[in-house]
């Protein structure tokens, strides 16, 4: 049988609430013309960012409770070989979204295992930054944005639409990753052609070897919450539950029904100290309910506080 040409393959990284889902979207419902594959990666138990995709005419992985860099390796690995396996349905691209917490570079490592080595190839990692938030991050969690910032051969500065040309370009000049590209925009908004297929790790020349990249477990520095309801919640009590979250909680998001906007489907997040609720489309046949996670630091969450506080918010 003759051997298929490895499938391009883009690591999509970037802190929490940077934008990946939301540049993800734009890419799946551009006119890119390929039988796509993405696997999407929540940290939390509840698979959030599937339901967070827009376009549903590709196929789908999703893989929850856990990091793919870490605790949930082994998920990666045996949904890559389903992918690799289905030969009548083989993908031409596969994009894979990373936890907000993952390190791409273990990501990548994962990748050139033996059984991937041939059939797959990271056509780049491209890490998207939150412009706003991405300076007052503080200890653990900076320190990882860092981490997916230097193994970046695409560097996507998203969210550009909250800073001013200053801030942008301090942020900037503190950055020394000279070959990588840098791509400013809003709301995921980057040229398709600069993004994808566009092999710049095809040779493989920036991975660093795998030895050199530290083993960690980030269910250890996060931990996750969520809550789940089927009545509908009041959106007044719920703005006031976010806003007296503990400091430590950086991101929440889910779908939600909302009281005051029956037969929408609401979709929250919650990035740093910023909130919104947005009504979408229907429940598509979907028995309407509240779904949320909430991800801090380890030690931030009281579970049955958050429990209390939300419970409050059904109407
Ligand atoms: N103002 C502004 N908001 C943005 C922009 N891009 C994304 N957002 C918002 O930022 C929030 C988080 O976006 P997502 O795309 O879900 O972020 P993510 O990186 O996938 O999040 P995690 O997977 O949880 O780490 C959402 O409310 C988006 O609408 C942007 O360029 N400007």
């Known amino acids: 049988m003759s051997r298929l040409p490895p499938i391009p393959v883009t690591l999509v990284s970037g802190f929490l609430g940077a934008g990946k889902t939301t540049l993800l979207n734009r890419i799946l419902n551009s006119d890119h013309g390929l039988r796509m594959a993405v696997m999407v990666n929540d940290f939390g138990a509840i698979n959030i960012d599937s339901q967070l995709i827009v376009s549903q005419t590709q196929t789908t992985v999703s893989l929850a409770n856990g990091c793919i860099c870490c605790t949930v390796?082994?998920?990666?690995?045996?949904?890559?070989?389903?992918?690799?396996?289905?030969?009548?349905?083989?993908?031409?691209?596969?994009?894979?979204?990373?936890?907000?917490?993952?390190?791409p570079a273990k990501i990548a490592n994962t990748l050139r295992y033996p059984q991937f080595r041939d059939a797959l190839a990271i056509d780049s990692i491209l890490t998207v930054v939150d412009a706003e938030q991405f300076e007052r991050l503080d200890a653990e969690m900076a320190q990882l944005a860092m981490e997916q910032l230097d193994v970046a051969d695409i560097i996507v500065l998203n969210k550009v639409d909250r800073v001013g040309r200053d801030q942008l370009d301090a942020l900037k000049a503190r950055w020394l990753y000279p070959s990588a590209r840098l791509l400013e925009c809003e709301y995921g908004e980057v040229p398709l052609e600069l993004v994808l297929g566009v092999g710049?790790?095809?040779?493989?020349?920036?991975?660093?070897?795998?030895?050199?990249?530290?083993?960690?477990?980030?269910?250890?520095?996060?931990?996750?919450?969520?809550?789940?309801?089927?009545?509908?919640?009041?959106?007044?009590?719920?703005?006031?539950?976010?806003?007296?979250?503990?400091?430590?909680?950086?991101?929440?998001?889910g779908v939600c029904q909302i009281a005051e906007a029956s037969g929408k489907r609401c979709v929250l997040h919650l990035v740093g100290s910023r909130s919104e609720i947005r009504p979408e489309e229907g429940w598509d046949g979907r028995t309407p309910q509240t779904q949320l996670i909430f991800i801090g630091r380890r030690g931030t969450i009281d579970a049955a506080k958050m429990q209390a506080t939300f419970e409050k918010c059904v109407a």
């Open 73 to 103: 390796e082994s998920d990666l690995i045996e949904q890559l070989g389903r992918l690799l396996d289905d030969r009548a349905n083989r993908p031409e691209y596969i994009v894979i979204e990373a936890s907000g917490v993952s390190n």
């Open 200 to 253: 710049r790790l095809k040779s493989g020349w920036r991975l660093r070897p795998a030895a050199s990249v530290k083993d960690e477990d980030h269910s250890a520095i996060f931990e996750t919450w969520s809550f789940s309801s089927e009545r509908p919640l009041s959106l007044k009590a719920l703005r006031q539950a976010l806003a007296t979250l503990p400091a430590g909680i950086y991101r929440a998001k």
